[in-house]
């Protein structure tokens, strides 16, 4: 898979074979984790959870969302035999998110470096809406929408991402109805990602 990873990079790059090749992968590597570190710590700066969270959301699109349509037709576009079951399903995505979207690597450094920072602050409270609010809206970008059914669940949570959010401007205290919103929203985010349906949807077109 290495290797595949580092074909991947030059053909991406439209690099020629060269002996350095390895090294320049890992140094490209290198740097998008340096990215995702800085991004964690730039969400540290600030103190207010509702600020914590629309911050998160804006690195979370702008890691997950470069020339996500793009992918999103290669996935629907797919080979019948990666469509035969889950894994090989799913391992052409993420290969194909990887390649076609190299801030997604950004995107886990970021977020495992935000949970490490959590585990060494004393100020916790905030960290499970983050998890929660952070996870629906990830997996809802990357949810594959190729029926009206599918649309409007994506649009049921976004709506009640919204939802957490504007409870953390108007009611920060009120965590029980933040959490329950935001849980909903994850709730439906892994429906449309882990949906049987995906198998099929190089089948369907937009």
Do not use: H
């Not at 959870?49 to 290669?74: C, D, F, N, P, R």
């Not at 809406?129 to 809802?140: D, K, Q, R």
């Not at 109805?177 to 049987?196: E, G, N, P």
């Amino acid at each position: 898979m290495g290797r595949a990873l580092v074909q991947s990079f030059a053909w991406r790059y439209k690099l020629k074979q060269r002996s350095d090749l390895r090294w320049l992968f890992y140094g490209y590597l290198l740097c998008l984790g340096l990215i995702g570190v800085s991004l964690a710590f730039s969400v540290t700066l600030f103190t207010k959870l509702y600020a914590k969270s629309l911050v998160t959301l804006g690195i979370t699109y702008i890691l997950l969302g470069y020339e996500l349509q793009l992918v999103q037709k290669m996935a629907i576009r797919m080979p019948l035999i990666y469509r035969q079951n889950y894994r090989s399903y799913f391992k052409y995505r993420f290969l194909e998110y990887l390649i076609f979207d190299p801030l997604l690597a950004s995107y886990f450094v970021f977020i495992g470096s935000y949970c490490i920072w959590g585990l060494l602050t004393p100020d916790t409270a905030y960290f499970f809406e983050f998890y929660l609010v952070t996870g629906a809206y990830s997996l809802v970008l990357v949810a594959v929408t190729v029926s009206f059914k599918r649309y409007c669940l994506k649009l049921c949570a976004y709506v009640f991402i919204a939802g957490s959010l504007y409870l953390q401007f108007v009611s920060p205290k009120n965590l029980t109805l933040i959490r329950c919103l935001a849980f909903v929203a994850l709730l439906v985010a892994i429906y449309l990602i882990f949906d049987k349906d995906e198998l099929d949807v190089g089948e369907k077109s937009f």
